[in-house]
Each structure stands twice: as structure tokens, then as C-alpha cells.
């Protein structure tokens, strides 16, 4: 199958390269807003060229791949529903929840399919997780854990773009905690603030977070988010059953230090999302290029990724306002 990749910035190269290298895959078609930028990173592998335009490479495609930047996602879902093509999308369709509900209505409407970009749900640890919920290995669940922690914050520039901390960084722990306890959140109690980080303050934004949910099942969920962790890259996933108990993101390479007595310091440990999350990179454009060929669904879908919005909506209305929010108080006309 011949793809549409749009976007060769970080993640859209790092794509370039996975969809380039596999099996199924007999050609990719790059458009970025920078045509130098395509040039140089179709060059970089076999079967990639660059196109002079969107519509030049949604001619020959069989699926697109949307991996621009944040502000041409819904629109080129828009696109992908009146050219009739399945599309795969980085996370978010959009920052605000009007946007992403037309999205969502055009490429329903359109009957195509859609993939969202949320890794996590093709990470094997948390592909486990979930199956032990759904298997009822876990018994009752009482408390899921998750945490975002990056060793650094992004570029000053990037931030009053990137639609806030619960938007940005914490809406993969969100997606995380409805795909494995196969809950919706029902309240949220969500707090932060920029200790440490003046310059990101005057920005608007916060560099450290917390927030509390109550599910529709029962459980308790506990989401942590940093901007900047003096160890490394440290994202993981626990739940708390009856009967089990998981994490996700724990190994020896995990970058936080035991103070037990006899306990080494892992010498190696995990500072990148590409190390963290290089399996489920590959396993999600694996499932992508099954979902073409109609042999799977997706495990994230543009549904998904709406209601994963309403929920971080949620979170930044909680924190601003200082008090739980209901998610019945976020409405499709919540401007987010």
C-alpha cells in the first residue's frame, strides 16, 4: 500500500523511517510545509519521495498519515473524509473541542476510519494490563497510577501553542486510564503550578501537576505530570486490584533511584520517549497498516480522542477554578 505521510518534522521522520521499512508498505509520499525539509528526510529513506503539495500525494494514496504540526490536523481529517482514505492522526485533532467534534462527525459521516496516535495502548506492558482488566485477572480495581515526567521542558517557544500541560503532556495518561480500566472519568480534581520554572509561568502555563479522577466503574485514578524530571524520561502506568497488582514503565533501566540499602543506580536509564516507547511505535504502525487493509480496528479512534479532550478540558477548568469538575459540565460547545 502506498501511504500519505504529512509532516517531517521529529515524529514525522521518525515515522518516515518505520512505515519506509515496512513489509507492506510499497511506498510513502511526504508533504511537509517546508519543502526543503521533505526533501531531505525522503532522501534519508528508500521508497520515500517528496510531493510539491497535499493533493499531489492524496492522489496516489491508498490511507493517509497525519504527523504535522497540531494546527493541520483537523483539517487534513477533513481531508482524508472527502477523499474517502483511512487516516491515521498524531494526537490532538485539536485544542479545542469544537474543532475536534466536527473532526470526529466528518470522518463518521464519511464512513472512513481513523487511528489515533495514543502509543501507549500498543505498548506491551500496557497491552498486558489491559488484558488482565478485561480478563478479570486483576479482580476488582481499586486505584490506577499514571505518571508523564520529561526530563526537560520543551522549548519556551512551543508553549503557548501546545494548549497547556493537561492538553500537551497529560492527555496520554488520560487515554491510558480509560483503555486499561475500560472506565469513563465521571469528576476531576486537578491541581499544578510552576515551581521551578519562573519562565514558564509569565508563559501561562504550569510545569508540574497533578490530578484526581473518579471513574465510571468504581476505581480511583492518580495522574502526575512533570516538565522537567532531574533523572530522566519517566513514564509509568500501575494498577491496583483485588487480586493484582501491575506497572507499566518499571525495568532496571527505570530512571528513579531506590534508597533501599544494596540498590544500584541504573546506569543506563531511559531519558527519550523514542527508547521508552520504540515498541509500541512499531506496533501501532503495524496496526495501522492492518486497519488499511481491514484486518483490524483501531484500539484509538477519533471518538477516542474527543473525549480524552473533554476530560483534560476537564482538568485545566478544575485547576483554574480551584474545585471537581464534572465531565457532564463539558459540553461539545465547551470552547476547552
Known amino acids: 500500500m502506498h501511504i500519505a505521510l504529512f509532516g517531517a518534522g521529529r515524529i514525522g521522520e521518525y515515522h518516515a523511517g518505520l512505515l519506509a521499512g515496512h513489509d507492506e508498505v510499497t511506498g510513502v509520499t511526504l508533504v511537509d510545509a517546508i519543502a526543503e525539509r521533505a526533501e531531505s528526510v ?14 499531489e500525494a492524496v492522489a496516489i494514496a491508498d490511507a493517509m498519515f497525519i504527523a504535522s504540526s497540531t494546527d493541520t490536523h483537523a483539517r487534513l481529517l477533513h481531508l482524508a473524509a472527502d477523499a474517502g482514505l483511512p487516516a491515521f492522526c498524531e494526537k490532538p485533532i485539536a485544542l479545542d473541542l469544537p474543532s475536534t467534534r466536527a473532526a470526529v462527525d466528518a470522518v463518521e459521516q464519511a464512513g472512513i476510519v481513523v487511528q489515533m ?3 501507549r495502548r500498543y505498548d506491551p506492558a500496557i497491552r498486558r494490563i489491559k488484558d488482565a482488566g478485561d480478563t478479570g485477572a486483576l479482580g476488582t ?25 493537561f492538553k500537551d503532556c497529560l492527555i496520554h495518561d488520560i487515554d491510558a486510564v480509560r483503555y486499561v480500566t475500560g472506565q469513563e472519568v465521571v469528576t476531576v480534581r486537578a491541581t499544578g503550578n510552576a515551581t521551578g520554572h519562573p519562565e514558564i509561568e509569565r508563559l501561562g502555563d504550569i510545569s508540574s501537576a497533578l490530578a484526581m479522577f473518579e471513574m465510571s466503574g468504581g476505581a480511583l485514578a492518580q495522574l502526575s505530570g512533570l516538565r522537567k524530571d532531574g533523572v530522566g524520561y519517566d513514564v509509568r502506568l500501575e494498577v491496583f486490584g483485588s487480586d493484582d497488582a501491575l506497572a507499566a514503565g518499571w ?22 520517549f523514542w527508547d521508552r516507547f ?49 465531565l457532564d459540565e463539558i459540553t461539545e460547545d465547551h470552547p476547552g
Open 117 to 119: 496516535g495514543f502509543q
Open 141 to 165: 480495581v481499586y486505584l490506577v497510577r499514571s505518571q508523564t515526567h520529561d526530563p526537560a521542558p520543551p522549548p519556551l517557544e512551543y508553549i503557548p501553542h501546545s494548549g497547556g500541560m
Open 251 to 272: 525495568s532496571s533501566r527505570s530512571p528513579i533511584h531506590s534508597a533501599e540499602p544494596g540498590m544500584e543506580r541504573a546506569e543506563d536509564p531511559i531519558t527519550t
Open 42 to 55: 525522503a532522501a534519508a529513506w528508500p521508497g520515500v519521495t517528496a510531493a510539491s503539495g497535499e493533493n
Open 278 to 326: 520504540d515498541a509500541a511505535y512499531r506496533a501501532e504502525i503495524d496496526a495501522f497498516v492492518k486497519v488499511v487493509a481491514g484486518e483490524e480496528v483501531p484500539l484509538a479512534t477519533a471518538q477516542d480522542a474527543y473525549e480524552d479532550l473533554r476530560v483534560a478540558v476537564a482538568c485545566a477548568l478544575s485547576h483554574r477554578e480551584g474545585r471537581t469538575v464534572h
